[in-house]
């Protein structure tokens, strides 16, 4: 009988993940071929342009701060693991980026995490920024990678990037997860008065927003996750819905908000276009327009603030 | 997870066996394998090229160098009853996709202990989806019922 309980106990505590992670791979299988990216960028440097973003896919998103580009979470494979397909492929070329001032990752997971993608920029950038742990969970590259604590800045020519603190979960390979308990982090870069947020991924952490505002009270641009939203009660801890990306938009007192983090890869139980169209339907209520909550398309560029 | 409970967990994978086909001279049978990794170094990560035990996969297939154990359980050929023995060895892991994520491949050589004496084996490995899954074949030539033995290694973490 105690057994029994036991059993019950523990599938109880099980299944709800099983089930959720049987529909995404149930997904995957069935997930429809590459989507094309209609009108890439062959050359992505912006003259006029002082503040620029373009939406590469997922947490991929290549930034011009005037004269200097960084990159974020780049991941440009079309499958993740071996297993998640790419459902729209990467909105632009590896070989098309220019020459780089630093790359981030923000944790070590599958999809922001792509060592065949740090191959293709290997020599377009010099440094490679990444939070604590993970340094020894990366192979040797030709670039530097450099570990930031929360709250440590890497300087070079101007430009600074200092790691803030998110709430997500590190590891990469399940297990490790227990043990890279440091190891995921947002950023933030700053460039000739110019100030950017990256989330990464993040769940909603209100006081780690308000002390990057603290610290930042004058963000030019947010980039927030918006996805995956369903399963809530799964997905609570680690991600924030469109709403809560919203609320942190608020909180981090950013200008502009550009969303990230949907429909390039499934992880969820949204359906396609799901995230977005919520965090439209919140828009409208919050009354926020297009200008300051900007949803690009993969392979869109915006230039935010003009010379 | 608590890293106590994450080492508890670590230890009860170890447990998950790699099934093994047994090809004697005269016969075929089965078995398992488990693995373990007392040392390893790794020459192809960016830091903490020292580990032990606990062996994150992109260490061991990025290119490293191993000490293994390796216990393993013959049995299922007919006329034959199981029996037990046990291997030690160094084995090279190289990339061959994606730092070794993808796709790796691995050679070794070990001394086997066994109920009838011991000897020298050679394997040969290739392994993919995170070194989670992989094919080895060790040949042991002075082995007796078990000359070639292919194993279809499961190794989480």
């Known amino acids: 009988m105690r057994a029994k309980s036991v059993i019950i106990l523990i599938l109880s505590l099980t299944l709800p993940s099983c089930g959720f992670a049987w529909r995404a791979l149930k997904k995957n299988l069935s997930a429809p071929p590459e989507r094309a990216v209609a009108h890439k960028l062959a050359d992505p440097r912006r003259p006029e342009a002082r503040l620029s973003a373009l939406w590469i896919g997922h947490a991929t998103v290549l930034l011009q701060l005037d004269d200097r580009f960084v990159l974020t979470d780049p991941v440009f494979s079309h499958t993740l693991a071996q297993a998640s397909p790419r459902l729209v492929e990467p909105g632009l070329d590896p070989d098309r980026i220019p020459p780089l001032a630093a790359v981030v990752v923000s944790h070590m997971h599958f999809d922001h995490l792509s060592f065949g993608s740090l191959d293709a920029i290997e020599q377009r950038t010099p440094v490679v920024l990444v939070p604590p742990g993970v340094r020894a969970n990366m192979p040797r590259y030709s670039f530097e990678i450099r570990a930031l604590e929360s709250w440590a800045s890497y300087e070079h020519d101007g430009l600074r990037v200092t790691a803030v603190p998110v709430q997500h979960v590190g590891g990469r390979y399940a297990l490790d997860t227990a043990f890279e308990t440091r190891a995921f982090t947002g950023y933030v870069f700053e460039y000739h008065g110019l100030s950017v947020y990256f989330g990464g991924d993040t769940g909603y952490i209100p006081s780690a927003f308000k002390a990057t505002h603290a610290r930042f009270p004058t963000l030019s641009l947010a980039l927030l996750p918006i996805c995956p939203d369903a399963p809530r009660d799964f997905m609570q801890y680690t991600h924030i819905s469109p709403n809560q990306a919203l609320d942190a938009f608020a909180l981090l007192g950013a200008q502009r908000m550009i969303p990230i983090h949907f429909d390039t890869y499934i992880n969820s139980d949204d359906a396609p276009g799901a995230c977005p169209k919520e965090l439209r339907a919140r828009m409208q209520a919050r009354g926020l327009s297009d200008e300051q909550v900007s949803i690009l398309a993969i392979g869109e560029q915006r230039v935010l603030i003009e010379r | ?157």
């Not at chain 2, 075929?28 to 903490?48: D, K």
């Not at chain 2, 060895?89 to 009838?116: D, N, Q, T």
């Open chain 2, 1 to 157: 997870m608590s890293p106590a409970a994450a080492v508890g967990l670590w230890a009860v994978a170890q447990l998950v066996p790699s099934p093994q086909l047994v090809i004697g001279e005269k016969h075929v049978g089965g078995g398992l394998r488990w693995q373990l990794t007392p040392i390893l170094y790794s020459f192809g990560i960016a830091a903490r090229p020292w580990r032990t035990f606990l062996v994150s996969p992109i260490a061991r297939h990025s290119g490293s160098v191993e000490l293994h154990v390796s216990p393993e359980w013959a049995c299922c050929a007919p006329d034959e009853r199981s029996s037990w023995l046990v291997r030690a060895g160094l084995r090279l892991y190289l990339p061959l996709l994606e730092h070794g994520e993808k796709l790796s491949w691995s050679i070794g050589g070990a001394y086997y202990r066994a109920a009838g004496g011991g000897g020298a084996s050679a394997d040969l490995g290739v392994f993919t989806f995170n070194g989670a899954f992989g094919l080895n074949v060790t040949v042991s030539p002075w082995l007796t019922r078990r000359e070639v033995i292919t194993t279809l290694t499961i190794r989480l973490f």
